[in-house]
T-cell receptor, first 113, second 117 residues
């Protein structure tokens, strides 16, 4: 059974810092991994999608990497801003059965002005 | 990108009543949709996989008689919480895979906040 863990569970940093969020998964047989952002009381905003054959994806100040063999992904946020404050979730899509996503435990990020 | 909508966005109901939540794929067809539940300050937990024209597949520990799923068309799946109780209060989110199938991303609805009093 796939299990997805995110470290740290919570993070508080001053504005301008570069930071790394970690996601690990137990079953490396995945199609892809997706990073999301969730603001309090809101739905999900897709940030980056990495296919299993890819090593990284970039969008603006965000860079996500994937090491499928070791079951790890990182989300790098450059020059953090208070507007980046949110919960970040990673989710993996397994290759068996349907295209369901298993979500990680989440990292609650607070960027201080 | 593909758009998934949910209705209602929030609902308050009394204990013992049933509540129906709709999930629609607006600009694409989805033979499969997924229902998630999220309790406060927790991550999303997959409840069930909704299959168009056939029975839903429930995750372990999810009561299929309590959470009725109907996927009547290629663009609509409904989740009915029967005999709701306060512990069913949660944020319910649906999703559908994009048309590229396995390699495509998941598209999520905006969620429905259910409060049972």
């Amino acid at each position: 059974k796939q299990e997805v863990t995110q470290i740290p569970a919570a993070l508080s940093v001053p504005e301008g810092e570069n930071l790394v969020l970690n996601c690990s998964f137990t079953d490396s047989a995945i199609y892809n991994l997706q990073w999301f952002r969730q603001d309090p009381g809101k739905g999900l905003t897709s940030l980056l999608l990495i296919q299993s054959s890819q090593r990284e994806q970039t969008s603006g100040r965000l860079n996500a990497s994937l090491d499928k063999s070791s079951g790890r992904s990182t989300l790098y946020i450059a020059a953090s801003q208070p507007g980046d404050s949110a919960t970040y979730l990673c989710a993996v899509k397994g290759i068996s059965g349907t295209y369901k996503y298993i979500f990680g435990t989440g990292t609650r990020l607070k960027v201080l002005a | 990108g593909a758009v998934v909508s949910q209705h209602p966005s929030w609902v308050i109901c009394k204990s013992g009543t049933s509540v129906k939540i709709e999930c629609r794929s607006l600009d694409f067809q989805a033979t499969t949709m997924f229902w998630y539940r999220q309790f406060p300050k927790q991550s999303l937990m997959l409840m069930a996989t909704s299959n168009e024209g056939s029975k839903a597949t429930y995750e372990q520990g999810v009561e299929k008689d309590k959470f009725l799923i109907n996927h009547a068309s290629l663009t609509l799946s409904t989740l009915t919480v029967t005999s709701a109780h306060p512990e069913d209060s949660s944020f319910y989110i649906c999703s559908a895979p994009g048309l590229a199938g396995a390699l495509d991303e998941q598209y999520f609805g905006p969620g429905t906040r259910l409060t049972v009093t």
